[in-house]
Every structure is written in structure tokens, then in C-alpha cells.
């Protein structure tokens, strides 16, 4: 009694419209098979009763008898019937036609419709992709990513993952000019600093799963990702060390490089600055002193 409704199969509207419409043709067909039976017994029974009964014997129109004209007229009715159902296709009706023009014309009109969203919607993706693109054209105009760096005169700039040397001046220079930016580190520089540097924005790349830093420190997968981290920063720095300095070239703006004139033992080593590409706007010499036990310059470069 509460058992699941089984489900009455239905055919639908237009199926049905169809199957009715091959009925009619069917019958349509088996109507003019019976007329051509009728007209060849009709004809043969013409020719007896004239020929054999005598039935108008008299009756001769141009000395031909008469059954001959019946039958020209009735097989000339006889193929109007046959061009009506196999040439004009009339047997549908006007009416037929007309609805099935109709629902033609509907249905172009309904894909010309979806088209049209279609392509609306293809337009709207498009232009909202265009704005995002200038955005971030425009965001990017305004941040300038600036590789920042202490390098001795063949390019030594770590051992052992630690620096080389100890430039109080530098170390100043360094803290005022990343102060409250965006750092971005490679994880091994990460790793050299006793804990999170002050009012900086930590940007830690790994391709490590699980790596684990402290509240506040951003991790991320690639250097891409790290420069999005800060994109809304005017001026974020890259601090190191040579991995990441290696494929931050290419994005950098800016190079604020303290060069150190010395040769030094390094397994670590800073690019080549590439002339044709980075221009100096900027070089200020600092000598030897009491406090510093290593002569350098603070060299700008800006990306040609
Ligand atoms: N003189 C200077 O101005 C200066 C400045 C900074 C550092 N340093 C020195 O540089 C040395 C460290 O440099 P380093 O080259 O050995 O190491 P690093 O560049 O600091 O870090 C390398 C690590 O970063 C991660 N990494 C690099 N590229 C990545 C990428 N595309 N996607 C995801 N993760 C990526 C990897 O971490 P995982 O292994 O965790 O995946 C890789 O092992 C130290 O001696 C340091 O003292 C010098």
C-alpha cells in the first residue's frame, strides 16, 4: 500500500506527434494500394461488360469504345492520387506544415538566444580578466622589488650559512631601508638568524610540506608566491641568499648592493651583475675604520 510509485513510462508530446504522423503516412499508402486494386478490377469489369455483356455496345466515340475513355479518366485520377502521396507530401495537411515550421523557427530561435548568453558571458570572463590584468600591471608598476645584498669583490656573500663579515654601517643601512617592508628569504638564510627580525614582514620559501615557522611568519612554495605575498608592499626587499638571489634577478627592479672590496672564501656566491641590463645610479665609498675592518661602497642599480 505505501510501496514506491512505479514510475509509467511517458512518451513525450512531440514522440507521440510523430508516431501519429507515420500512421497516417502508413494508412495514407495502404489507401492508394487499394485504389490501384479497385481501378485494375474496375478497368478489367469495363472491358466485360462492354466486350462480353455488350454494355454500350453502340456507345463509340472516334471508333473507340467507350470503356477505353472511362478507364484513361479514372487512371489519370489514379496517378493525381499517386503524385499527391509521393511528390506533394500532402496528406499532413497545411496545418501540419505550418506547425512544424513553427517549431523550427522556435528552435533556432532558442540556440540563437543561448548563443547570445554564451557569448555575453565569454565577454564579461574576458573583460573581467583584462581589468584584473591592468590591476596587477598597475600594481606592479607601483612596487619596486628590490634585491638587497652585501657582496665582497668575487662575489663571496655566505660560508657555512653565515656571513662573512661585520659591516656595523652596512647592518644599519640594511635595517632603515627594509624597515617595514616585506623580507623575502630563502629558507636555509631563514635558518641563519637567531630568531624573526623586528617590524619586517617575514616571507619564508620551502618546498618543503611541514615546515614549520614561527606566529606571524608567512611560508610559502616558490618565489612567485612570495612576491604575490607582498604585493601590496611599495617596496619589498629580497634578503637571500644565493639560491634565491640566483632566480630573483629576472623579477628585481632594484639592486642595493654593498660591495665589499675584498676577496673572500665563500661556498656561496651572488650573479654576475649583468651591465646591459642594470644601470648604477648610485656609489658611495666607505673606508676602513675603527668600527668597519673592510673598505665598501653602497652601489645602486636600477633594471635598465
Ligand atoms: N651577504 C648577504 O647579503 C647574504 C644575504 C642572505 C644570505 N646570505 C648567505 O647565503 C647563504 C644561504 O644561501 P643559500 O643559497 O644556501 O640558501 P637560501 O637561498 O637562503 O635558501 C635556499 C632554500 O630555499 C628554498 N628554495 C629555493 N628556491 C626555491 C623555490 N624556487 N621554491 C621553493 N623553495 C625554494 C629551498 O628550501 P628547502 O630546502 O627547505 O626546500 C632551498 O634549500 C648563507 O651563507 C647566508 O649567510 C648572505
Redesign the pocket.
Known amino acids: 500500500m505505501f510501496g514506491k510509485k512505479k514510475d509509467v513510462p511517458q512518451i513525450d508530446k512531440e514522440q507521440l506527434e510523430l508516431i501519429q504522423n507515420a500512421q497516417r503516412r502508413v494508412n495514407q499508402k495502404k489507401r492508394l494500394y487499394i485504389h490501384f486494386v479497385i481501378f485494375l478490377i474496375g478497368s478489367l469489369f469495363l472491358i466485360l461488360a462492354n466486350l462480353v455483356l455488350g454494355i454500350g455496345k453502340d456507345l463509340k466515340l472516334f471508333d473507340i469504345n467507350w470503356f477505353v475513355f472511362a478507364i484513361l479518366l479514372w487512371l489519370f485520377l489514379f496517378l493525381y492520387h499517386t503524385f499527391n502521396v509521393f511528390v506533394t507530401h500532402k496528406f499532413m495537411g497545411k496545418q501540419w506544415e505550418q506547425e512544424q515550421l513553427d517549431k523550427l523557427t522556435a528552435q533556432q530561435q532558442l540556440r540563437i538566444e543561448k548563443l547570445k548568453q554564451k557569448f555575453i558571458k565569454e565577454e564579461t570572463l574576458m573583460a573581467q580578466s583584462e581589468a584584473y590584468n591592468e590591476t596587477k600591471a598597475v600594481s606592479k608598476k607601483n612596487s619596486e622589488l628590490t634585491i ?4 665582497g669583490e668575487n662575489d663571496a ?8 663579515w661585520h659591516l656595523r654601517d652596512d647592518l644599519k643601512r640594511f635595517k632603515s631601508l627594509t624597515n617595514g617592508h616585506h623580507i623575502i ?6 635558518e ?1 638568524f637567531p630568531k624573526p627580525l623586528p617590524n619586517r614582514t617575514h616571507v619564508v ?4 610540506e611541514n ?1 614549520q615557522v614561527p606566529n606571524g611568519v608567512f611560508l ?4 612567485e608566491e612570495a612576491i604575490d605575498t607582498a604585493e601590496n608592499d611599495r617596496q619589498p626587499f629580497i ?9 630573483a634577478m629576472n623579477f628585481a627592479d632594484k639592486i642595493e648592493l ?1 660591495r665589499v672590496h675584498e676577496n673572500f672564501e ?3 656566491l ?1 650573479p654576475k651583475i649583468d651591465t646591459a641590463i642594470w644601470e648604477e645610479t648610485n656609489n658611495t665609498f666607505h673606508d676602513v675604520d675603527d668600527k668597519h675592518e673592510h673598505a665598501f661602497s653602497f652601489l645602486t642599480y636600477v633594471k635598465k
Do not use: H
Open positions: 638587497i645584498v652585501a657582496a656573500i655566505g660560508k657555512d650559512n653565515k656571513l662573512i628569504m630563502g629558507r636555509k638564510t631563514f641563519s620559501i620551502t618546498r618543503q615546515y610559502v612554495n616558490s618565489l634578503i637571500g641568499g644565493g639560491d634565491i638571489y640566483k632566480q654593498t665563500a661556498d656561496t651572488f
